[in-house]
């Protein structure tokens, strides 16, 4: 199972900074970044299957989760394809009523496990406010969206014979970071950083997310690492490089006038 997870301190940035917070005040109450926060967490909970065996999970992502092969032909996998995903412990089921373009959209809210849900929303939370101050509630929505759209499109395309099944906000969320690098570059950024033990201090957010970015630049040597399940790399760099390109443009966009009574 291809999970793209790269915001999970400890299973994907070993010995790199982990963030806590950013010194980065909004103008507007975050209402999207709360509410995506709400949707990651209630979907994990409440829809998913996190406190059943591995085999009943791997039957769900198979059913409800993005197959790059699936998305490529436009249909789900065949007989075949789903004997292969089987085995003598743990057999898959064939979903022929699957909807696979709608399965993009559900595995942008669906999460392999607890360290891999927190380690998303924490990056969600210290950065998706930001994002959504500059661009608006509705535009922040949007932008969240088609940036998980773009990340699993740069991990499709160029892995479109892959079975495996590709779940995780961490395309999205990239696509926050990318987007917070240009807009705030010089915001400070409390981490820790763990050498023998942990030290907190603040950096500024162009070193914080350059490395972020860097660990993944890293990671495209092999684009789906065996490490904890398996981690897109393809789709972390295609999100952060959507984020950092809308951002650009946003930019020369003029900023929101805060109305005053």
Same mark, same amino acid.
């Given at each position: 199972? #291809?999970?793209?997870?790269?915001?999970?301190?400890? %299973?994907?940035? $070993?010995?790199?900074?982990i963030?806590?917070?950013?010194?980065?005040?909004?103008?507007?109450?975050?209402?999207?970044?709360?509410?995506?926060?709400a949707?990651? +967490?209630?979907?994990?909970?409440?829809?998913?299957?996190?406190?059943?065996?591995?085999?009943?999970?791997?039957?769900?992502f198979?059913?409800h989760a993005?197959? $790059?092969?699936?998305?490529?032909?436009?249909?789900?996998?065949?007989?075949?394809?789903?004997?292969?995903?089987?085995?003598?412990?743990?057999?898959?089921?064939?979903?022929?009523?699957?909807?696979?373009?709608?399965?993009?959209?559900?595995?942008?809210?669906?999460?392999?496990?607890?360290?891999?849900?927190?380690?998303? +929303?924490?990056?969600?939370?210290?950065?998706?406010?930001?994002?959504?101050?500059?661009?608006?509630?509705?535009?922040y929505?949007?932008?969240?969206?088609?940036?998980?759209? #773009?990340?699993?499109?740069?991990?499709?395309?160029?892995?479109?014979?892959?079975?495996?099944?590709?779940?995780?906000?961490?395309?999205?969320?990239?696509g926050?970071l990318?987007?917070?690098?240009?807009l705030?570059?010089?915001a400070?950024?409390?981490?820790?950083?763990p050498?023998l033990?942990?030290?907190?201090?603040?950096?500024?957010a162009?070193?914080v997310?350059?490395?972020?970015?860097?660990?993944?630049?890293?990671?495209?040597?092999?684009?789906?690492?065996d490490?904890?399940?398996?981690?897109?790399?393809?789709?972390?760099a295609?999100?952060?490089?959507?984020?950092?390109?809308?951002?650009?443009?946003?930019?020369? %966009?003029p900023?929101?006038r805060?109305?005053?009574?």
């Amino acid at each position: 199972m #291809v999970i793209p997870h790269a915001v999970i301190p400890h %299973a994907v940035i $070993p010995h790199a900074v982990i963030p806590l917070g950013d010194s980065n005040p909004t103008k507007i109450r975050p209402w999207v970044n709360w509410l995506l926060i709400a949707l990651n +967490l209630g979907v994990f909970l409440f829809a998913q299957p996190w406190d059943q065996d591995a085999c009943t999970q791997d039957r769900f992502f198979v059913r409800h989760a993005t197959i $790059p092969v699936e998305v490529m032909q436009g249909e789900p996998l065949g007989p075949a394809d789903v004997a292969v995903l089987s085995d003598a412990q743990c057999a898959v089921p064939a979903t022929p009523d699957k909807p696979v373009y709608l399965a993009v959209v559900f595995s942008l809210f669906f999460h392999a496990g607890w360290l891999h849900l927190l380690g998303n +929303l924490l990056y969600l939370w210290i950065f998706g406010n930001n994002i959504e101050d500059r661009l608006g509630h509705a535009r922040y929505l949007l932008f969240y969206l088609v940036a998980g759209f #773009v990340a699993t499109a740069a991990f499709v395309l160029p892995n479109a014979d892959e079975i495996a099944t590709l779940v995780g906000a961490s395309g999205a969320i990239a696509g926050v970071l990318g987007a917070y690098l240009i807009l705030f570059p010089h915001a400070r950024v409390t981490v820790t950083v763990p050498f023998l033990l942990f030290f907190i201090v603040r950096l500024p957010a162009f070193l914080v997310l350059g490395m972020w970015f860097l660990l993944q630049l890293a990671g495209l040597q092999s684009p789906v690492s065996d490490d904890g399940g398996g981690i897109a790399y393809l789709a972390h760099a295609g999100g952060f490089a959507f984020g950092v390109l809308i951002a650009m443009f946003s930019r020369f %966009a003029p900023r929101r006038r805060s109305a005053s009574a």
